[in-house]
């Protein structure tokens, strides 16, 4: 069964950092995609980023490039999204989720599995 867990949400204040991390299990891990997403009240779930099987090609949603990056360590079976230069509007519950083997990275469809969710909110 899979499951992935979030961690390392908060409160900030604007212009600040949060890295939010999400361990895995029930799956393999090292061989498949994995991506962030966020929902904010009111609106529908965003995409925010993803990260291919090694690490090596990222893809990010237009409203955090260059402030966000992920990342994943396979050994520890566990993926990170460091928020840089937050923003109020930035302000969501972040889900992690578990993609598919050797799909696009924007391919969204592949993400099927999904965390419970970590706050971040950022005040001004």
């Known amino acids: 069964q899979v499951q992935l867990v979030e961690s390392g949400g908060g409160s900030v204040q604007a212009g600040g950092s949060l890295r939010v991390s999400c361990a895995a299990s029930g799956l393999t891990f090292s061989v498949i995609n994995m991506g962030w997403f966020r929902q904010a009240p009111g609106k529908e779930r965003e995409f925010v980023a993803a990260?291919?099987?090694?690490?090596?090609?990222?893809y990010y949603g237009d409203s955090v490039k260059g402030r966000f990056t992920v990342s994943r360590d396979n050994a520890k079976n566990t993926v990170y999204l460091q928020m840089n230069s937050l923003k109020p509007e930035d302000t969501a519950v972040y889900y992690c989720?578990?993609?598919?083997?050797?799909?696009?990275?924007?391919?969204?469809?592949?993400?099927?599995?999904w965390g419970q969710g970590t706050q971040v909110t950022v005040f001004s």
């Open positions: 990260i291919n099987w090694s690490g090596g090609t990222t």
């Open positions: 989720t578990a993609g598919s083997s050797g799909a696009g990275l924007g391919y969204k469809a592949q993400f099927r599995s």
